[in-house]
């Protein structure tokens, strides 16, 4: 059994808990307003599965088993099974800034038990402050799922860093904009 977490607005699938959910920026007061993911990269197309190993006997003398990675994509595991886009208007600092103010306004406080509306909006903008500063090293995705909504500025913005020279990003849940499934 499998948990997915879905987009609460573009019902867009964006991540499950097959992957390992740590605090955003290894800070744990962040953990109330998110989760951070860390993704890799996979290659993808021009699967063989075993078929070219099988070389045809009639192909005759030279016939080889070669593998089918000429036409293989790198991708990012994360980005590639939920099916997330790269956002066309949230990539400079100042369009997120303004986006993400609104954002949280909107869709994400109204979800937060008023107990914690306090606490949620003081690690929400630390978080946020942060995210601001590792603007530079980062893009914003969105599921794909947000293409088809009346209004895509509701479907969650998740934010994806590079941290200290890994190889893939790491991505940035909010949990409140998200539900969690059972399959």
Known sequence: MVNVFIDIESSGE??????KFTAPFDNDDFKAVAFEVPSSYIKVG?????????????AGEGAT???GDSDAKRV?????????????????KATFKGFIAGYMKNVLLPKVPESDVAAFKAN?????QKML?????????????AAEMDDPTLAIPIYAYWKDG??????????HALKEVKY
Do not use: M
């Not at 990012?76 to 208007?89: K, N, W």
């Not at 500063?133 to 799922?145: Q, W």
């Not at 890994?166 to 949990?175: G, L, Q, Y």
């Open 65 to 67: 088993a070669e593998g």
């Open 166 to 175: 890994e190889d893939a990003p790491r991505f940035i849940f909010f949990k």
């Open 46 to 58: 021009s699967e063989d599965f075993g078929i070219s190993a099988n070389v045809d006997e009639d």
């Open 133 to 145: 500063v590792e603007f530079g090293n980062a893009e914003i995705y969105v599921p794909e799922t």
């Open 14 to 19: 964006v991540v499950s808990d097959a992957y």
């Open 76 to 92: 990012i595991d994360v980005v590639h099974t939920f099916a997330l886009e790269q956002s066309p208007i949230l990539g400079d």
């Open 124 to 128: 929400a903008t630390k978080l946020i």
